[in-house]
């Protein structure tokens, strides 16, 4: 594996250390695990390939052949293992998002989902959706209204939006007195870091490619 991936892989494990330390580690030490496989499969990978190299010398057509298999499969393994970190990343912040805001014991699922459709589309036509849903907030009276944005399903409504919620999180914690609350910093944080740490995961999933590839193409000339 090459040093820049490993600089990619470690700035990860550095924006994730001090999360890990609260009630939602389990989540975030998945991440963590998956993130430093991707290191791990390029160091079997290469090791692989040498050792194939020996075992094959001149047969130059099979050592091409079993080359490009390795490095399919291992594609296939940094694309998984850079989604299941994505998946435990946003489950930690829904975790202390169901710890924030309570769904109403009395909500009926069809009125859920038609509240869900007619927001969506209110939304969809501000250019702020932010602000928004801070002022619907603290204007609605209804329960579920108050549940849904500040809920799951405002957060991916955001993240759709391509919106960063550090300053709506942050608004949302004033509004409902829960700023200093362990499930508050979760999300708080997770507001200020998700722009880092997506970068840094796409970074990583572009040096993981951008090695896959050279590697193909070693091959290529090896067989050329």
């Known amino acids: ?26 989540k975030l030490g998945k991440v963590s695990t ?3 496989s991707i ?17 094959l010398g001149s047969d130059q057509e099979s050592y091409r052949k079993v080359v490009q298999d390795k490095i399919a499969a291992n594609k296939s393994f940094v694309d998984s293992f850079i ?19 309570k769904r109403p014991k009395s909500a009926d699922k069809v009125d ?16 702020d959706p932010a602000l928004a849903m801070i002022e619907h907030f603290k204007a609605s009276s209804t329960p579920l209204d108050k549940y849904l944005v500040a809920g799951k399903w405002g957060h991916e409504y ?14 949302l914690c004033m509004l409902i007195s829960c700023k200093d609350t362990a499930a508050a910093i979760m999300v708080q944080s ?7 740490l997506s970068k840094a995961i ?16 070693e091959s290529g000339r090896k067989t050329s």
């Open 112 to 127: 859920e989902q038609k509240m869900m459709e007619s927001l969506g589309r209110w939304f969809d036509q501000l250019p």
């Open 158 to 171: 955001l993240q759709k939006r391509n919106v960063n919620t550090e300053v709506y999180d942050s608004q």
């Open 83 to 101: 989604k299941f970190a994505r998946m435990n990343l946003d489950l930690a912040r829904d975790q202390a998002l169901d710890k924030l805001v």
């Open 202 to 217: 796409d970074d990583v999933e572009e040096m993981a490619k951008e090695k896959l590839e050279a590697l193909e193409n």
């Open 190 to 196: 997770y507001g200020r870091l998700s722009s880092r």
């Open 1 to 26: 594996m090459n040093e820049d991936l490993e600089d990619y892989i470690e700035a990860i494990q550095r924006i994730l250390r001090p999360l890990k330390e609260s009630e939602f580690s389990e």
């Open 39 to 55: 290191g791990k499969s390029f160091a079997a990978l290469n090791s692989n390939l040498e050792s194939i190299k020996q075992q």
């Open 34 to 36: 998956y993130i430093g």
